[in-house]
């Protein structure tokens, strides 16, 4: 006897539904189908649709159940080897912007660098835990401010890494001629953060014209010095959103294509001024929709460099190709403190940025232990057993579970406890609205969202990407 | 074309054949050059002396080969510094498929041994390929040879061309030896429809069978090159089949699509079973868009570079071989020449592209 595979589905629209595996393939039906798979009266017509995309079971040849198995598997990474620190050898800055009060000290303040001792025992700790390649990222405060400890890592890691990368996280206030060939090299990128119009980049974070200016103006010096290398990421608030062209415009002022949109997010004190930003504010849904569509009626098949918005490409990937588990913001099981690591000021180990604000706000600390006396594995553990989405009860019913991820902090953060019901949270919320959006792009008839896929996928051609059965 | 075959004289016709390499040095195993005339090189294996003629000796350095005093014959199984060496297991097939490049008959003459010496005596990190006929309607002999020859030559790996038609289940523990993760098993699926492949290779039974054979492979971790031949019969749903191999065949490594070869059946059916891939680019593009948007591996091969879109030049297998030669008028300046795949003797000729021509 035949069966299909144990599929969950969710409504889209009145008679659409998205139906898939737990091993996250998937596929575009309406709701009658829904009924016979529920009722077990599938007519032979569904039964061949289901053999022919893997989903039915118990045939002597035992093909889908491998394939399944297969998929599942590759859904299901094991953990890498350390291959993405952040490091912050500075906590000070020469900025005060209005969301970063926990993140800095002041420019002049003393006991935030890290001491010749910590560096030492950070270029040990990764030498002894780093894979064979590495992405090393620095963070701050303002990192620029300590080029040398830059330098000495950076000489370090290409001794003993094979082809390091190197992001600097920079508010670009200013560049002296040591950063400027600092930034000239191959492997170094520069990552920065540009708000949208200089209105409002200057509202929430240089404050006056001429600080705005001068960000302005070196921005198009580091895209000089470094081109193709520098990326932005714009900061947003809800209660002060730009509008989604004027948004576009800023960035391709610089050639900036690629944007990775994220809601501001609040932590500590700052969370409890702004009470919307615990839950999620549909406003966001509006916005990121009408920024995409913005963006999809500018990719046209000669307009050069496409544009995209990272994290929707990132969940689109996640949606079609099993083993897409490279963002640790997006992942089950989601190995906190293995492949990705922070490394405070201090020398404290963290694994997710947020981690880290999180302890300097006193809300809750998720310190993994220090360079100096290493990971605190027990830990670690403890955090890893709430890092997996796939036995949730309400993600297991969900169409997106293997594609979705789990954030254990963030839960933690956000509602105190790490086992929140999913479908109030805002993770839940941000990433159902993501992914029905992706759904609808890869089901859309329009030829031009079929090209923008293309792009943002690298296929050779627009076509219909997604499998229906209606 | 390079010849495979050789003639020469032996000292000693009512010898039995040999497996020896080529070599300036005599040693082991080695038929050593022992003297260079003008017209012929001589050469001395053991007790046997042979010569052949000077250009052909002087090409077939370095070579294992396959000796026949009995028909004066020398075979080029493994040419030195070529990663195109395939050792034929047998004539013999249980398929007939349409476009066969190589058409089965039904006699059988085993060469295990000679094969397996001949493994012995390769190249440092060769790849060898085996195909047939079907090599696996002699699994046990090749399996054994696989063993042995694995245990012997840690550092060769190996390409075998096979219908899949005969794998059971009893199979996948001995396919988990080490040795397997050395082997590359090629292929072919025509079809997502069972009725159009079986058709195609003209055995009814030859789909079920096949997706058996998928799944043990699968479960015993075999890597699978699979292999699609363009016909005017399947060219149309190959986006059906893009979306058969995403969903059920995730596991395989390179999906190889090819262009048929103007030999064996397809030269007299050339002109029913010849899709031209150039008049009609959609199905190629989709089929190769929908694999890569599920992030299989796409190779296409035995397609010239002006007769694909440029969408699909970074997905063909360049080809770079001392077996090109049929150069065509028309690609005398055609700056992708070096790499492009349109010169084989036995494909099609740009003429039977529409869409095709030099690029500049
Ligand atoms: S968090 Fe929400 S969107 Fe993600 S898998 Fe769970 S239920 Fe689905
Ligand atoms: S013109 Fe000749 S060399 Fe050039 S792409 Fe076509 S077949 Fe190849």
Redesign the interface.
Known sequence: MTRALPLRFRRVADDTAIVADEAG?FFRSNMSFVSRLADGHLTPTDKAFLD???FLLGK????????FL??LA?RLQPPKPLSYVILIPTLRCDLSCAYCQVSRAAQTAKGYDWSEETLQAVLQYLDEHGGESIQIEFQGGEPSLRLDLLERVVQFARARFSKPQFVVCTNLSSIDSAFADFMASEDVYISTSLDGPSWLHEVQRTQNSDRTSRFFSNLSKACDLAPGRVHALPTLDVNRLPEPNELLDAFDAFGLRSIYLRPVSYHGFARKHHPTSVGYDPRWSNFYSSVIHAMISRNTSNCGAAWEEFYLTHLIKRL?????NSHADIRSPNWLGYDHLVIDYDGVLYPTDEARMLARTGQVDLNLGNVQNGLDLGRRAQMQAAAFNALDPWCSRCPYQSACGRDPIDDLARHGHVNPPRPRTAFCQRHTHLFDLAASLIYSDCPDTQLSL?KW???????K?G?QHL | MIPLMIKASFEDKSAPPFVARVGLESANNTAALSAELPDVHIYQYREQSFSVASDMGRSMNGDVIFANPATGTLHRWLRSGSSHNTLLVTERCDQLCQMCSQPPRKTHLDMFDHLKQACLLAEPCAQIGFSGGEPLLFKHQLFELLETVGEARPDLTFHILTNAQHFDTADVERLRLTVYSRVKWGIPLYS?QAAMHDQIVAKPGAF?QL??S??LL??SGQSIELRTVLLRENYSSL?ELA??VS?????ISTWAIMQMERIGFARNRWADLFVDHSAQTAPL??A???A????LDVALFNMPYCTV?P??R??LHASISDWKNAFSSECKDCTAKSFCAGFFAWHATLADYERAGPIR
Do not use: K
């Open positions: 393939r022919s995309r893997g002597e040849d035992q093909l889908n159940e491998t394939s297969y998929a590759q079609l190709r099993p083993g897409e293309s996928l690298e296929l050779p051609v627009p076509t990407l499998e | 997502d079920a997706m058996s998928f799944a699968a479960h986006p979306r058969m969903n059920r065949l995730p596991f593009d989709e190769v868009s929908i890569t948007s599920r992030s879109s969408a699909l970074p997905y």
